[in-house]
């Protein structure tokens, strides 16, 4: 897609924008939270919720217009595109002025799984558009899905899929540090500072880890047997990895 002209003050942007990718329930939030205590900038975001004990970290008006870019295009969340994914002249204008707004922070963040289906757009936006993703086991996401939602096994391992491929597309295209939410929690967190070292992030003013075990729920990744292509998927994601 392409984004028409804007006029000047359209123009004003943050200096960097990091957008945090990954499937629902895949531990995206933690990794949010964590670059968040460690310097990058969310805006309004959400704070605790039912599913999230320190919230899922979401601006909520990142996630409305996502949610109105899949609606023009025929889809939703749970519902992820086939095609092309259009942008709207007022989509556009609205993303234009949601970064504007934060055009005084030098590295702005955020976090919605639903940017995956939608992030052709996010990148005209911005072009120098940042990732960093994160991915978790299939068992382990159909069993939140089903908690949260009551989705299917069968509607999250296509879910699963939908979103996941669309992450490994972009890391194909320009490869970013992706995480892996089933690492145990020294791990994950030893690879998350990593990770905030390489952006110029760094927690040292507040040694406490913003990720904890008891925030991640549904850890059991045994079960049926995954379907060919997710499982093939999966693989090459934890190939990916750090």
């Given at each position: ?27 995206t939030?933690?990794?949010?939270g ?37 609606a ?171």
């Amino acid at each position: 897609m392409t984004v028409e002209a804007a006029n000047p003050v359209d123009l004003r942007m943050p200096a960097r924008v990091i957008g945090v990718l990954g499937m629902h329930r895949s531990g995206t939030s933690c990794l949010t939270g964590s670059l968040e205590e460690a310097g990058l900038a969310l805006g309004e975001r959400h704070t605790w919720n039912p599913h999230n004990l320190k919230g899922n970290r979401e601006n909520q008006r990142i996630v409305d217009l996502n949610d109105a870019v899949l609606a023009d295009n025929g889809a939703a969340w749970d519902n992820p595109p086939s095609g092309t994914v259009t942008w709207r002249v007022e989509r556009i204008e609205a993303g234009r002025a949601l970064l504007a707004d934060h055009a005084d922070e030098p590295m702005f963040g955020f976090k919605d799984p639903r940017a995956l289906l939608t992030l052709d757009g996010w990148k005209a936006l911005f072009p120098k558009l940042e990732f960093v993703g994160i991915f978790r086991h299939p068992n382990a996401v159909a069993r939140s899905l089903d908690k949260r939602s009551s989705i299917s096994r069968g509607d999250a391992m296509k879910l699963w899929y939908a979103y996941n491929s669309a992450m490994y597309r972009e890391y194909r295209l320009n490869p970013f540090p992706i995480l892996n939410f089933d690492d145990d929690e020294d791990t994950l967190d030893r690879k998350i500072v990593s990770v905030m070292a390489d952006m110029g992030l760094s927690r040292e003013d507040n040694d406490e880890r913003f990720y904890s075990a008891e925030l991640k729920n549904n850890v059991d990744v045994d079960g049926p047997s995954l379907p060919w292509k997710v499982g093939r998927l999966y693989k090459k994601l934890k190939k990916a990895g750090l």
